[in-house]
């Protein structure tokens, strides 16, 4: 199956500090997705991105298909981003999402 | 849209005793998708349905296991018996498309086997 690796594991930043999230993968991509799971356990949408970019208030999102990474952009955190954040993706011949490790990110006041 | 619903939300059992998930997917949706996330393995597919019919179980851990999705708007994840080892949080996910389109995850089903 398809490989996905989260790069880095943990982060750990100052209220108000940008940060970039990597997910490396394998092979090419039907489907990406970056999700945020909060303390709670909740997991979240934040982007469906297999190419192009996107952005959602402080939070964007680029993937390069041909070169097989997507990138996260958090920029100005706030304490309420700490969680941790999975990439997911499938392939056109498996549907079946393979989430990666995640990265989890701590942000304090 | 109410998202997906899964109950109940935490369970706690004995070894050897028989455990029923829930699922209600987000109305319109063809695809079901059930998931379990551990420390040591992280979240993994057990297996989906598409227009309640199971198209891939390759991720269901073993015998013990099964799921059913008799109607378009519920789903059961069933363990008989149940194992300490099984101790996890089971998430149901529903999609309009297959592959080409978001995954919504429920609030996941946080079980627990002593």
């Known amino acids: 199956g398809i490989q996905v690796e989260q790069s880095p594991p943990d982060l750990i930043l100052q209220e108000g500090a940008n940060s970039t999230l990597r997910c490396n993968f394998s092979d090419s991509v039907n489907n990406l997705q970056w999700f945020h799971q909060n303390p709670w356990g909740q997991l979240i949408n934040l982007f469906y991105?297999?190419?192009g970019t996107k952005q959602n208030g402080r939070l964007s999102a680029t993937t390069v298909a041909t070169e097989r990474y997507s990138l996260l952009y958090i920029s100005s955190s706030q304490t309420t981003d700490s969680g941790v954040y999975f990439c997911?993706?499938?392939?056109?011949?498996?549907?079946?999402?393979?989430f990666g490790a995640g990265t989890t990110v701590t942000v304090r006041a | 849209d109410a998202g997906v619903i899964q109950s109940p939300r935490h369970e706690v059992t004995e070894m050897g005793q028989e455990v029923t998930l829930r699922c209600k997917p987000i109305s319109g949706h063809d695809y079901l998708f059930w998931y379990r996330q551990t420390m040591m393995r992280g979240l993994e597919l057990l297996i989906y349905?598409?227009?309640?019919?199971?198209?891939?179980d390759s991720g269901m851990p073993e015998d013990r296991f099964s799921a059913k999705m008799p109607n378009a708007s519920f789903s059961t994840l069933k363990i008989q018996p149940s194992e300490p080892r099984d101790s996890a949080v089971y998430f149901c996910a529903s999609s309009y498309n297959r592959g080409a389109d978001t995954q919504y995850f429920g609030p996941g089903t946080r079980l627990t086997v002593l």
């Open positions: 349905f598409n227009n309640n019919v199971p198209i891939d």
């Open positions: 991105i297999p190419s």
């Open positions: 997911a993706v499938d392939s056109p011949n498996d549907y079946k999402l393979s």
